[in-house]
Structures are given as C-alpha cells and as structure tokens.
C-alpha cells in the first residue's frame, strides 16, 4: 500500500466497520475540507473496486514537551461516501486562485466535488487523481517516480517548503544540527583534543587563582598565626605562576583554533557549493542569485563565529561557572546556595527569552535574503532598469524589503534591550546582597575575610559566564538556522539522477526518438503532450512553433536537463535515464539562446567545454562560428577578458562564442536554440554555411522562429500547445497546408510588408 498521506489506524478502522477491505487500499489523500467547503478532515483513498471518502473530526492529545507532533486520540465520523470505480468515468483537480477541488465524474457525465484543498497541495491530488483514472481504465501504474520523492514532513505532516529539500524547518532537530557540525572535526582529533584540554586547564589555572590571590593571601598569609604567616614571596610566585600557566594554555588553544576552524569553514563552503552544483536545474529556476549567494558567503561566516566563539568560549564559561559552583560551594554552603539559586533562575529566564527570538531570527534571515535577492535582481538587470527608467521604483522595492528586515531587527533589539538590562541589573543587586550578607558573616566570625574576599570574587567571576550566555542564545540561534539551511542544501537530492548502473558509450550515432513524452513543470499543467517522433543520425531536424509552444523544453529533455513525466526518450534505442551523465553531455552541445559568458578570456569561454583543447583547434571553432574576424579585432584578441568588468561584446557577437564553444565540443549530437537569433541576415547566413559543414556525421536539433533558417532541414516537425501537429519536409508541409503552412505564409507577409 502506498500513501501520499497516511491514513491513521484509527480511520482505517472506520472504514473496516464499513465493510473496507482495508488490505486492499492502494491510495490515500487527505483534504482539509469537504466538497461543500466546511471545515473537516477528509480522507480520500481507493481499492481496484471502491473509492472511499470518510469524513470527521480528529482529536489530538495535548502536546508534551519535546513532542514535535500531537498523538491522535480519536476519529469522531461525520459522514461516508462510497463510489464504485465502475461507475467513475473521471476524476480531475479543479484549480482556483488559493484553493482547489477534488471533482468526480460519473459515467453518465455529472460531475461533482468530494473535497476542497489548500493549493499547496495540489500536486499530490493531482498524483493521486491519476492514479484513480488508471484504475478506472484498466492501466498500469508507474511509481517510479514516486520512488525517494518525499513532499511532506513525516513528523508535523505539513509540506515541505522546496519540494526539492525534504526539509522540514519546523522540525529541525538542532541537536542533532550541532552533532553534525561538530562531526566535521573528525580530520582534526588531536588538534581538537589538545584544543580541549588547554582550554579546560587554562580556566582551571584561572579558577585557582583567587584561592591564592584572596583567601589564602589574607587568612594564611597575613594573619597572625596563620598557616604560612609572612611567607608573601611564596604566595605571590604561586599567583604569578598560575597567572602565566592559564595565560600560555589560551594561547595554545587560539592558536590551535585559527589553524583549524578556517580550514573547517573553506571545507564547508566547497562542500555547499559542490552540493549546488550537482543538483537539477529545477534547483536553480526556482531560487534567486541573492538567496544562493547568501547560503554560501553569510551563512558560512555564521558557521565560522560558531567555531571561534561558541564551541570555545561555551565550553570555557561551561568550565568556569561548575568550577565556581563546587569552591563556592566548600568556602561557605549557605551563602553560595543563594547565590547559584538566583544564578540558576536568571540563566532560566534567559533561555526562555531566547527562545522566544529564535523565530524573530528566522524571520530576520526571510528578510534579509529577500533584500538581497531584490539588490542581486537590481545589478543584474541594470541595463532594463535604465532603459525603462526605472531607478526609482527599484528604489523602492529595495526599500521595501529594506523596511521589512529593519523592523524586525529593531524588535530583536528592542527586546534585548528591555530584557538585558534588567538581568545584569539583577545580577549587580545579588552581587551587592552577597558581599552585604558576606560582612555580617565576618563580623560574626562564621567566616574568614579571605575567604569572603575569594567569595566575592568568584561571584564577580560569574558575570562573565552569564554575560556570555546572556548573548549565546542570539549567535547560537544564528549559527543553527545558519547550519541547518546548509545543510538542507548539502542533503538536497537531484531530480535529476544518475542510474545506479548506467550504460556508457563512448560515442553516440545521434538516433533519437520520443515515444509518447510528456512533462509538467507542475502537476496537473502539462506543457508536453504524448509528443511521438524519430530523429535520424546525421540528419538536421528542425522544431518549430509560436513562443511558448514548448520547443525548448522538449530539447531540454533531449538533453536530459529535466526528465520526462512521462513516456521515454531514447539515443541509439538506449533510454536516456539509464545512460551515464558524463557520457550524455559529452555528446551533446548545446547553442541556447540565452548566451552566457564567464570571467575570463575568449579562448577560455571557448574551451570551456574541452580545456584540454590547442589554440589551433580554439581558432579553428571561433572561424566555424564565423566569430574569428571579430575577435582578432579585439584589443588582446583571443586574449581579451570579456565578463564581469571585461570588453562588452555585442549579442551577436556573444551568441557566436557560444556556438564555438558547442563546436570545440565536437559533440555527436548539436542542439540549436535560436542560435542566430541575436544575428544579422548577412552573420546568420554564414552561421548556416557553419553549420552545413558540421552535418557530417552528426545529428544537428534546430529551434528557429524565422523559418528560412530550417528551409534545408532534413525533417521538420510543427508543435503547438505542447502537441505534434504535423512532420514532413519544407515542401511536403507546405503542400500539405496546415500549421506550417500558417506559419510560414504569415512570415512571408510580414516580410513583404517590410520591404513595402
């Protein structure tokens, strides 16, 4: 039985009474409303004969502490419905602007809703719909790429805010968060353990030191008939010495610490970034520049602060407040209970204030990206900004953002600024109570001056420890919300994966075919449609269509950049999903018409696809793509930086480095995305001449609007609507009339028109 919700045991059993083969349950959805939009918990599941939809309220037990999910206590049943899956003819997701219906419809054509949703949760309904429809048919179900797809939080049951992360920020164990940053010291154990014990040792030493330097100074030293009575030297070189010994031990640690935990940090960075890098390009559509920036630079430096602050001096303060615990302790029980009972209380009410920001941080965090997410969009598309003139609407969606992140920075501060002062002023008022209370002891006789004196100064002592942990609270809420969306990244799992056992090939003849693909960047909105054709090798096959007719999706499935929702692709009668990466993309070059040049020089962005490649055969694509003039017209010629800061090149100009880029390559397979799009008449046609050229033994995927470039095409196919209208040649499909036939008469109009 597989679920895309789990069906409680207490609800299966409902339908057990109801005479549900419960064994027999294929599916389950469950909807927060019922079809007439009331407020219910609505469980949706099916058997090869019956579908089942059970109604009623769900009584939760009070959540204990540390429970992430409450305890389901009850099922109270309000109302069920049973359908035989003989009588359905359909059952689809009718989509509104925030929510969503679950219709039926019967086999006599009346249509009706058996529950309401969220829209978030579309994507699984509309899984669970086709399933139904399948079983109505008679069809086989394909869960293969259900398989490792997680979209809920098994614990809270709430969606996963990316899909592509099963991640549940809510349920995050920091624990466990802090576990694994500490686990990334595993190739330092003995620097870390040496690190550890000097600071153990150091704030030993510093601990120590008041016994000399007060209670033993004063009671044994300078009182009469003390235990070592005018023996001064002795006690101040025991001072010095212990002063010196915890001196050397931080210095031993600090030194450890900054040889290591930038190493740490540098790991960490290339680790996330690797992480990115082998993710689907799904990933990075959905994501903005600032946001991924983000992940790396700020959130890494977070993590470095952790090391160098946190681990450290938590482990430090740690150390030094038990050890002023236990020697207050023996000095005198009484006073040093007081004191540790108020200490005690204030690092409670500390905790609890934190943990009250840590949501404020995580807000801060949403914010702040968001700002610089808008800042990132800004810079990278100055050019439109200035050409709309839109400098000052930019201004303000920056400011905006900007507001946003500030007012919610303002209320941390203005919190920490209403509570902080309270507690040290707390702390101060015990301090002064203590010495108070301390005097009456000695007048008294119940205790020695010294001893009072080291008492005193150990209870000074504490305002460092729970100044520290007055403030930790703030860096360690940055530091795991910091670490867990790392390492969210760092577990992210492609869409897009590898076969376990994938099939190599050297070389590739280029014989494509797609039998009955499909594909939906989100469920239920297909954008490819049962599309069914064959491309010969060595052939050029042209794809043409109006904008958004779904072209370049189906060559971004060609090369495997996103996999088919349905049906399969296939080179040289392999399917594509068990062919092995490197091997794929070494086959196949892609021109796309998004051109993108890295920092760097021409000959580099040339060789991009093959380093390896001599200055000869960098020349010899660059006069392939009919780029070479222009680049020995430039300043530095093939030496010219071009990028960020480099000499602006033209698009043009920029597209035909692209396409030497796909050429070095020497692919089996040239994908062509509106390659010349970017071209003049006169460059485009010396761009085909290339391209004539490069046939030979290779299979050429072309993608033009201007129809004139695929007049030469081996084959042509026409798509619309993501759908296969019609293939042929030129000529056949203009004898033929139909939509290639439209297309190319309405050019050939506004051609005329033009020349007119």
């Given amino acids: 039985m597989k679920f895309f919700d789990i069906l409680p045991s207490l609800a299966e059993n409902e339908l057990f009474k109801r005479g549900v083969m419960t064994d027999e349950l294929l599916y389950c959805v469950k909807a927060d409303l019922d079809g007439e ?3 219910i918990d609505v469980y949706v599941t099916f058997t090869p004969d019956t579908l089942c939809v059970l109604r009623g309220y769900e009584k939760y037990t009070k959540m204990k502490r540390r429970e992430k999910r409450k305890t389901l206590e009850a099922f109270e049943v309000s109302g069920y419905d049973e359908y035989k899956i003989s009588d359905i003819s359909e059952m689809y997701v009718d989509r509104y602007t925030n929510s969503a219906r679950l219709m039926v419809k019967d086999t006599e054509g009346a249509e009706f809703p058996i529950a309401r949703f969220s829209l978030g949760f579309a994507d699984k309904f509309e899984k669970f719909s086709a399933r139904v ?3 109505v048919k008679g069809e086989p179900i394909d869960d293969s790429l259900l398989e490792g797809v997680k979209t809920h939080c098994p614990t809270c049951g709430e969606p996963y805010p990316d899909p592509n992360r099963p991640v549940c920020p809510r349920c995050v164990d920091r624990r466990s968060v802090f576990k694994r940053l500490i686990a990334m010291f595993k190739d ?10 000097t600071i153990v040792l150091s704030n030993v030493f510093a601990i120590i030191a008041p016994i000399f330097s007060a209670q033993m100074l004063y009671d044994d030293v300078l009182s009469e008939g003390g235990k070592y009575y005018g023996k001064v030297l002795m006690v101040v070189m025991i001072i010095v010495s212990v002063n010196i010994a915890s001196l050397i031990m931080r210095v031993v640690s600090g030194v450890i610490t900054s040889k290591i935990v930038p190493v740490v940090t540098h790991r960490l960075r290339v680790k996330i970034f690797s992480s990115m890098q082998s993710l689907s390009l799904d990933f990075f559509t959905s994501k903005q520049t600032g946001s991924l920036m983000s992940r790396v630079d700020r959130d890494s430096q977070n993590i470095y602060w952790f090391f160098t602050d946190i681990v450290p001096y938590g482990l430090t303060n740690l150390v030094k407040i038990i050890g002023i615990a236990i020697i207050m302790l023996v000095i005198s029980p009484l006073l040093s209970l007081g004191i540790i009972a108020t200490i005690t209380f204030i690092q409670i009410v500390q905790h609890r204030f934190y943990k009250s920001q840590r949501k404020l941080y995580r807000k801060y965090d949403v914010a702040t990206r968001s700002a610089n997410s808008v800042l990132s969009d800004a810079m990278n598309g100055r050019r439109v900004v200035k050409a709309f003139a839109r400098e000052e609407t930019e201004t303000e969606r920056y400011r905006v953002k900007n507001t946003d992140a500030f007012l919610i920075n303002s209320r941390i501060n203005n919190r ?5 002062p309270v507690i040290n002023t707390f702390h101060q008022l015990v301090t002064k109570l203590a010495i108070y209370l301390g005097d009456v002891l000695v007048i008294k006789g119940n205790i020695l001056f010294g001893a009072l004196s080291a008492l005193i100064s150990y209870t000074n002592m504490t305002a460092e420890p729970i100044g520290f942990f007055t403030w930790i609270g703030n860096r360690w809420a940055k530091c795991m919300d910091a670490a867990s969306r790392m390492f969210e990244i760092m577990d992210a799992l492609p869409t897009v994966k590898e076969a376990e056992a994938p099939v190599r090939a050297e070389s590739l003849k280029g014989d494509i075919e797609l039998r009955n693909v499909s594909f939906e960047y989100e469920a239920g909105r297909p954008i490819i449609k049962n599309v069914s054709f064959k491309v010969q090798s060595g052939t050029m096959f042209g794809i043409v269509g109006k904008t958004g007719a779904g072209k370049s999706t189906i060559i971004n499935l060609m090369a ?7 049906g399969e692709i296939l080179i040289d009668g392999i399917p594509i999903r068990k062919l092995a990466f490197e091997d794929l993309r070494r086959s196949i070059g892609i021109v796309s018409q998004e051109t993108y040049l890295f920092i760097g020089t021409i000959a580099d962005n040339i060789r991009y696809a093959n380093p390896e490649a001599s200055m000869e055969e960098v020349i010899e694509a660059a006069k392939s793509a009919n780029a070479h003039e222009f680049i020995t017209k430039l300043p530095d010629g093939y030496d010219t930086k071009v990028g960020e800061g480099g000499v602006s090149l033209s698009g043009g100009e920029k597209q035909r480095i692209s396409i030497a ?3 070095i390559q020497k692919p089996d397979i040239l994908i062509l995305d509106e390659a010349t799009a970017a071209m003049d008449t006169r460059t485009e046609r010396k761009i085909q001449a290339a391209i004539d050229n490069l046939k030979q033994g290779r299979t050429i995927i072309s993608i033009a609007h201007r129809l004139s470039t695929l007049r030469d095409a ?7 609507n993501g759908e296969l209208k019609e293939m042929g040649t030129h000529d056949e499909l203009i004898r033929k009339k139909g939509k290639y036939f439209d297309l190319y008469k309405l050019q050939a109009e506004a051609l005329q028109f033009i020349q007119e």
């Avoid at 495997?560 to 349905?566: F, I, K, M, N, S």
């Avoid at 081996?714 to 619309?720: H, K, Q, Y």
């Fill in 188 to 197: 330092f154990k003995s620097a870390v353990l040496l690190m550890l014990l």
């Fill in 560 to 566: 495997r950049l996103y996999d088919v929702t349905g």
């Fill in 714 to 720: 081996d084959m042509l196919c026409v798509i619309e």
């Fill in 37 to 39: 939009g009331c407020f």
């Fill in 661 to 663: 880029r796909a050429i």
């Fill in 416 to 420: 920490i600024a209403d509570t902080i």
């Fill in 133 to 135: 429809n399948c079983t």
